[in-house]
């Protein structure tokens, strides 16, 4: 037999269409967030509705989560694995959110109080909206996903200074222009003049896929000066891979960019696979045997 319920239970329980994709949704909003009644005997929880927008109908979710401290003795591996885990996250959420708005990356800095999310942009105008509205909402949901407190989490949006030398902008560029029809060869073309005229040591860009013929295949792009390894290549070049879905399959661009100065520090400029040879010092005159014997 069934046990009888005797106290009020709630369940943090959503269904969704699983044939919708994560790209049909045109617009996510996120309501207030609402303490949970204390009737129901769940401390320290609270609820939001999240609002989708998909093509011409709205769904509508609650979603019910407890607010968590952070636990002061979490060993330093974890810690460091769940910022690794938070960082890929949050960049993979942006990039999908923000891709047709020129995102090229995001800056995460930490204090004890509260952490700042700095999102670089090509149209930092598109992503802050009218009023702010837009740029509000992306921290709302930043705050609500990863249970930040109110003010535990501020963003910003900076405007990227030198679009040819970042990987991700010129991804996000053969994407749009890949889709839109253009042929291959002509749009790489350009992305490499716009790279090597912006500064650029070298790049290089990989196309793989179905590109003309049914088979597939791939192609790469080369210009200047590339190195490939050791940890000057985590120091130094920038890289960035997108996916592009056509009607024949699946495309793989990926661009690397050899860039003149460090990733780490861009006031350092030096290279450790460069020798600079400087110009011989002024010839001094020598005493030699014969002069010293006499």
């Given at each position: ?6 106290k009020?239970?709630?369940y943090?329980?959503?269904?969704v ?9 045109k ?7 609402t303490?949970?009644p204390?009737?129901l ?11 989708l927008?998909i ?7 609650p979603y019910?989560?407890k ?5 002061p ?7 460091f ?6 960082e890929?996250?949050l ?15 995001v800056e995460?800095?930490?204090t004890?109080?509260e ?5 670089r ?11 702010a ?22 963003v ?8 040819g030398?970042?990987a ?11 889709m839109a029809?253009?042929a ?30 049914q ?12 190195i ?25 661009v990926?661009?690397?960019?050899m860039?003149?100065?460090?990733l ?31």
């Amino acid at each position: 037999k069934k046990k009888k319920r005797t106290k009020k239970e709630i369940y943090n329980r959503v269904e969704v269409d699983t044939n919708m994709e994560f790209e049909d949704i045109k617009e996510l909003m996120v309501s207030e967030k609402t303490k949970l009644p204390e009737e129901l005997n769940k401390k320290d929880f609270y609820y939001v509705n999240v609002i989708l927008v998909i093509k011409n109908k709205l769904i509508l979710m609650p979603y019910i989560y407890k607010k968590q401290k952070m636990n002061p003795n979490l060993s330093k591996k974890r810690f460091f694995v769940a910022q690794g885990v938070f960082e890929a996250e949050l960049n993979e959420y942006l990039k999908r959110e923000l891709g047709e708005d020129g995102y090229g990356g995001v800056e995460i800095r930490s204090t004890p109080k509260e952490k700042t999310i700095i999102i670089r942009a090509e149209n930092p105008t598109n992503i802050l909206g009218q009023n702010a509205s837009r740029i509000q909402e992306i921290s709302k949901v930043i705050q609500t996903r990863f249970k930040f407190s109110d003010d535990g989490v501020k963003v910003y949006v900076d405007k990227i200074n030198a679009k040819g030398l970042s990987a991700i902008s010129q991804a996000e560029t053969l994407k749009n222009r890949l889709m839109a029809g253009e042929a291959v060869r002509r749009v790489v073309n350009g992305c490499l003049r716009t790279i090597m005229e912006s500064g650029a040591k070298g790049c290089e860009i990989v196309i793989s896929g179905k590109l003309r013929a049914q088979r597939a295949k791939a192609m790469k792009f080369r210009e200047g000066y590339m190195i490939r390894t050791g940890y000057p290549t985590v120091q130094h070049v920038d890289k960035a891979i997108r996916h592009v879905k056509l009607r024949q399959g699946v495309l793989g661009v990926k661009v690397m960019i050899m860039l003149p100065y460090s990733l780490e520090n861009p006031n350092v400029r030096v290279e450790p696979d460069r020798i600079s040879v400087h110009p011989p010092k002024e010839d001094l005159s020598v005493p030699t045997m014969a002069s010293t014997s006499k």
